[in-house]
């Protein structure tokens, strides 16, 4: 019996794979012709804004569009990493609007060996984008410490602490920056610590501004064991 079954499985290995190997194939080249849709994330990009303007806001990271196609040209796109790009060469101070239409993606995002393949059925979110533009500035703005917790029992901080350097400068919206005088590091957590610390952070910079130099800073805490409370020593000697 076992005889007779080992013959059936491995009598022709060689032909039985073959043949196994060519189903798969027929099978996968039957399924990969027949059209279907898909659903493809597509990144965005602004490009082209003048040197002296910037954006305020947040342009949408990608746009979701229906696609229509073989499978095999689905999966083709999929592989290629399409991306849209905003132009805003034209854009001047105030509100840029413009739409996003299904003709955008197939001219401007999907490579042209594939855009003759598939076809844009549907631009799903966001269809427009929306961008305030703003003349851009630079500023040097001084530079103070966020501290949070607390140092061990029997510590506290001396003093102010110190910043190196104390001031950056900056680029970013004119409106924003005529607003804003101080920045702060990224917080420094002092819990639990009874020595002078010394860290190298980065600034906590609000939306659409970005430092010029430096990158970091140089921030110096010191901590001094606490005095004793003069007061309840009296009232104990009582």
């Not at 955008?104 to 594939?114: G, H, K, Q, V």
């Not at 427009?128 to 533009?133: E, F, G, K, Q, R």
């Not at 004119?174 to 600034?203: C, H, P, S």
Request: with cysteine; charged share 25%.
């Amino acid at each position: 019996m076992w005889n007779r079954v080992r013959a059936i499985l491995f009598e022709n290995l060689g032909l039985k794979l073959a043949s196994l190997l060519l189903a798969f194939l027929l099978y996968a080249h039957v399924v990969t012709e027949q059209e279907r849709e898909s659903i493809v994330l597509i990144p965005i990009a602004a490009v082209g804004l003048a040197d002296t303007l910037t954006s305020v806001g947040q342009l949408p990271p990608r746009v979701a569009v229906k696609v229509r196609g073989k499978w095999k040209d689905l999966i083709r796109l999929s592989l290629t990493r399409p991306f849209l790009s905003i132009d805003l060469a034209a854009a001047k101070p105030g509100m840029f609007q413009t739409s996003i239409t299904a003709d955008d993606i197939s001219r401007r995002a999907i490579p042209p060996e594939l855009a003759r393949l598939v076809s844009v059925t549907e631009v799903r979110d966001p269809r427009s984008v929306d961008l305030a533009i703003e003349p851009k500035a630079t500023r040097s703005l001084r530079v103070r410490a966020r501290v949070v917790g607390r140092p061990a029992s029997g510590y506290v901080v001396s003093g102010e602490p110190d910043v190196e350097p104390d001031s950056v400068r900056v680029m970013g919206p004119a409106k924003l920056l005529k607003e804003i005088d101080t920045l702060y590091t990224v917080a420094v957590d002092i819990t639990g610590e009874r020595e002078r610390i010394q860290r190298l952070v980065a600034l906590a910079l609000p939306a659409n501004v970005a430092n010029l130099e430096p990158r970091r800073c140089v921030v110096t805490i010191r901590l001094d064991k606490a005095e004793p409370d003069s007061s309840s020593g009296r009232a104990r000697s009582r």
